[in-house]
C-alpha cells in the first residue's frame, strides 16, 4: 500500500507483508511548520492506543504538539524502540521517520486519508 496522508499531517504506510501493520509518520509539512523538535515523547511499546488518543508529543522550537492515533492500534515496534533521543534525533535528520509501527485493531476507513499528490496539493507544498 502506498503512503497516505491525513488532514493532521500523519502519514501512514501498511506492511507491504502484513497489512495489519501500518508504520505512522509526520509529515515533511508539518516537521517545518513545527520546526526544530528539541524533545519527542515516543509511543509506548505494547500499548493499545484508541482512536483520538494522544501517542506522541512532540515539543519543538516553536511550540508542543500532541500527536493523536487516526486508528486504534497496539504499537508493535519501531525503527527508534523506545528511545526519546533517538526518535528526537531521527527526526530532526528525516521526515521519513516513523514515530512507531502499530497493529491495527480496526480497520481504516482510507477516505478519510490523501494520496501523496492529493496532499501535496492540499498543503499547497511541493513535498509532503
Not at 10 to 31: H, Q, V
Not at 97 to 112: A, K, M, R, V, Y
Request: hydrophobic fraction near 35%; aromatic fraction near 10%; include cysteine.
Amino acid at each position: 500500500m502506498a503512503r497516505m496522508y491525513g488532514r493532521t499531517h500523519l502519514w501512514m504506510e501498511k506492511d507491504s507483508e502484513n497489512e495489519r501493520i501500518a508504520r505512522i509518520g509526520l509529515s515533511a509539512y508539518a516537521l517545518g511548520e513545527l520546526g526544530e523538535v528539541a524533545y519527542a515523547e515516543p509511543p509506548e511499546h505494547g500499548r493499545v492506543y484508541e482512536r483520538g488518543e494522544v501517542f506522541c508529543v512532540l515539543e519543538t522550537t516553536k511550540k508542543i504538539e500532541e500527536l493523536r492515533m487516526p486508528f486504534k492500534g497496539m504499537r508493535v515496534s519501531g525503527r527508534n524502540e523506545d528511545s526519546d533521543i533517538e526518535l528526537t534525533d531521527a527526526l530532526n535528520r528525516s521526515w521519513e521517520t516513523p514515530l512507531g509501527e502499530f497493529q491495527l485493531l480496526e480497520s481504516i476507513d482510507e477516505n478519510g486519508w490523501m494520496d501523496e499528490s492529493s496532499y501535496f496539493e492540499w498543503t499547497g507544498n511541493g513535498r509532503g
